[in-house]
């Protein structure tokens, strides 16, 4: 039996999101909120049109993108982009873990696109990225926030594209690089590598995807809070912090806590430098230990933010697979029991497996004095398979 650890990470909270808060949060960052006010009023937009602004000059986003808030968290941006912009040419769909899978879902069932193809590769890889057909509109996600495998580049992406490049990058923005000139959307929300509140989504278009806006009239009727263009042309006021519906002003003031936070430590260097170290803890632990290995098949396609981690124990892997997804929730149980970390089984779409966040509100500190106590929960939980047999 492994005996439990003496050091105990200071933060818990290794959920995929919501994600931890920064280190230090407290409520007093709320305090400047804009509450019981209009968030049309002149002080309203201002905090508004300040997430954006911030959010732009921290992801080096080039000076002729349009930045928005918009309703419903990341799942809300992407499925506003694919509504409105997608109908006049074929789609390319990339796939390799389930959200991608669901706006495959949504091309194919809801928006009944004649031209689909769906390119997909089972948990732990990627597609063959070089087989996208770049004459047309192609969908996918930056990082695979329940499979823990992340697009290494944008080298796959031609320059002279005639589709539209769009691109989830709820858990990658902020942690990862992202080539601005490859992409023509992408979305993210607060509530990932921010450590920011649930509920709004941000979504930025290059000239390219405005283009598109102001030409195309999409073939099926658009819900009020998808219209981004009134009369043939884009409506300039979303980018200002004129959201569509009425925003939580409470939920602003953490964003621009978390940007302003992003700021003091360096910006999106020291983002993605944290993230990093923290997946350099995981990648030396995982060397050394028997039982775990990475869900992703290669290194290079490792994310650095929803960390996936495999069994390779034979015992755990001879078990059915509800029996191993018991076992990893077993451990996880065993983990919160202690308060040494929440919500790190795997997603529930997912293999059997452990998830653990690794984006820069994450002390790499942290993350290292967790990695013992992954060993303890494993061989408890071991024990107790045993004893039941």
Same mark, same amino acid.
């Given at each position: 039996?492994?005996?439990?650890?003496?050091?105990?990470?200071?933060?818990?909270?290794?959920?995929?999101?919501?994600?931890? +808060?920064?280190?230090? !949060?407290?409520?007093?960052?709320?305090?400047?909120?804009?509450?019981?006010?209009?968030?049309?009023?002149?002080?309203?937009?201002?905090?508004?049109?300040?997430?954006?602004?911030?959010?732009?000059?921290?992801?080096?986003?080039?000076?002729?993108?349009?930045?928005?808030?918009?309703?419903?968290?990341?799942?809300?941006?992407?499925?506003?982009?694919? @509504?409105?912009?997608?109908?006049?040419?074929?789609?390319?769909?990339?796939?390799?873990?389930?959200?991608?899978?669901?706006?495959?879902?949504?091309?194919?069932?809801?928006?009944?696109?004649?031209?689909?193809?769906?390119?997909?590769?089972?948990?732990?890889?990627?597609?063959?990225?070089?087989?996208?057909?770049?004459?047309?509109?192609?969908?996918?996600? @930056?990082?695979?926030?329940?499979?823990?495998?992340?697009?290494?580049?944008?080298? !796959?992406?031609?320059?002279?594209?005639?589709?539209?490049?769009?691109?989830?990058?709820?858990?990658?923005?902020?942690?990862?690089?992202?080539?601005?000139?490859?992409?023509?959307?992408?979305?993210?929300?607060?509530?990932?590598?921010?450590?920011?509140?649930?509920?709004?989504?941000?979504?930025?278009?290059?000239?390219?995807?405005?283009?598109?806006?102001?030409?195309?009239?999409?073939?099926?009727?658009?819900?009020?809070?998808?219209?981004?263009?009134?009369?043939? +042309?884009?409506?300039?006021?979303?980018?200002?912090?004129?959201?569509?519906?009425?925003?939580?002003?409470?939920?602003?003031?953490?964003?621009?806590?978390?940007?302003?936070?992003?700021?003091?430590?360096?910006?999106?260097?020291?983002?993605?430098?944290?993230?990093?170290?923290?997946?350099?803890?995981?990648?030396?632990?995982?060397?050394?230990?028997?039982?775990?290995?990475?869900?992703?098949?290669?290194?290079?396609?490792?994310?650095?933010?929803?960390?996936?981690?495999?069994?390779?124990?034979?015992?755990?892997?001879?078990?059915?697979?509800?029996?191993?997804?018991?076992?990893?929730?077993a451990m996880e149980k065993r983990l919160e029991a202690d308060g040494i970390a929440f919500d790190v089984a795997n997603h529930r779409d997912a293999p059997p497996s452990l998830r653990i !966040?690794?984006?820069?509100?994450?002390?790499?500190?942290?993350?290292?004095?967790?990695?013992?106590?992954?060993? !303890?929960?494993?061989?408890?939980?071991?024990?107790?398979?045993?004893?039941?047999?």
């Open positions: 039996m492994v005996e439990k650890p003496s050091l105990r990470p200071v933060n818990p909270l290794f959920s995929s999101g919501p994600c931890a +808060k920064r280190p230090g !949060w407290s409520t007093d960052a709320l305090e400047s909120a804009i509450l019981g006010r209009s968030h049309r009023s002149a002080q309203g937009k201002a905090r508004l049109l300040e997430v954006i602004e911030r959010s732009k000059t921290l992801l080096a986003m080039p000076a002729d993108w349009r930045l928005a808030i918009v309703p419903g968290s990341d799942t809300g941006a992407v499925e506003m982009a694919l @509504w409105s912009l997608l109908g006049p040419r074929g789609v390319d769909a990339i796939v390799y873990e389930s959200f991608g899978k669901t706006w495959a879902t949504d091309l194919k069932s809801h928006l009944k696109l004649d031209d689909l193809r769906v390119l997909e590769a089972p948990y732990g890889d990627l597609p063959d990225l070089n087989a996208v057909d770049w004459s047309r509109d192609v969908v996918f996600c @930056w990082n695979g926030t329940t499979s823990g495998v992340c697009i290494p580049n944008g080298d !796959w992406i031609a320059d002279d594209r005639e589709g539209l490049a769009i691109c989830d990058a709820t858990s990658a923005a902020f942690a990862m690089e992202l080539p601005w000139n490859k992409l023509d959307v992408v979305t993210w929300s607060w509530q990932k590598a921010m450590g920011g509140e649930a509920a709004h989504g941000m979504l930025a278009l290059s000239p390219r995807a405005v283009e598109r806006l102001e030409s195309h009239t999409p073939a099926w009727p658009l819900p009020k809070v998808f219209r981004m263009t009134k009369g043939g +042309k884009i409506i300039e006021g979303l980018f200002k912090g004129e959201t569509l519906n009425t925003p939580s002003m409470l939920c602003v003031e953490d964003a621009l806590d978390a940007l302003r936070w992003m700021e003091s430590i360096g910006g999106k260097a020291e983002n993605q430098r944290r993230t990093k170290a923290s997946l350099a803890h995981v990648a030396a632990w995982v060397d050394a230990t028997r039982w775990a290995a990475f869900m992703p098949s290669r290194p290079e396609i490792r994310s650095s933010t929803s960390i996936c981690i495999a069994f390779a124990d034979p015992d755990v892997l001879a078990l059915p697979e509800p029996e191993r997804r018991a076992f990893a929730k !966040w690794g984006g820069a509100t994450i002390e790499p500190e942290d993350m290292k004095a967790l990695l013992p106590w992954l060993d !303890w929960a494993f061989h408890a939980a071991k024990a107790d398979l045993k004893k039941a047999a």
